[in-house]
């Protein structure tokens, strides 16, 4: 059974890149209604795709239903556009958690080595 496509527009999809730093652009190979982004998930630069559904009867403007997928079939569109589907104010909360997160891991890294260098040393100058 094919997995549910939620209901995501070019504007939402834009904004949710937007609130978890990825930078986008227009798929120059497409006229209109097309972007080309680094993939959230697995993270390969130009591999996400957004392009405007062919369904809808006008011109959007960003405003149409959009399919997502990455080039590199990271996972599957569904997973994509329920990433992309979420309030944009919660991805950048956690996206700013994931930077903490990673910032805190350094500084405890670093402390760590410091206090082992310093140990070593204090070896060092009790041998000598």
């Known amino acids: 059974m094919p997995a549910r496509m939620p209901s995501l527009t070019a504007d939402q ?5 937007r609130a978890i730093g990825i930078r986008y ?27 405007e559904r062919e369904d809808v009867g006008s011109v959007s403007y960003g405003g ?14 569904s997973v994509l556009a329920d990433l992309l ?14 930077r ?7 500084l405890t890294d670093s402390y760590q080595r410091s206090i082992e260098l ?3 040393d204090d070896e060092l100058s009790l041998a000598a």
């Open 100 to 106: 903490w997160r990673a910032f805190a891991t350094r």
């Open 64 to 77: 149409g239903p959009v399919s997502v997928g990455c080039r590199r079939r990271c996972v599957e569109p």
């Open 13 to 17: 999809a834009l904004a949710a890149l």
């Open 118 to 120: 310093a140990h070593h």
């Open 25 to 51: 652009r227009p798929d120059t190979a497409v006229i209109d209604g097309a972007w080309l982004a680094t993939c959230p998930v697995c993270r390969h630069a130009g591999a996400l795709r957004i392009r």
């Open 85 to 98: 589907a979420q309030d944009p104010d919660l991805l950048e909360a956690r996206a700013d958690a994931e």
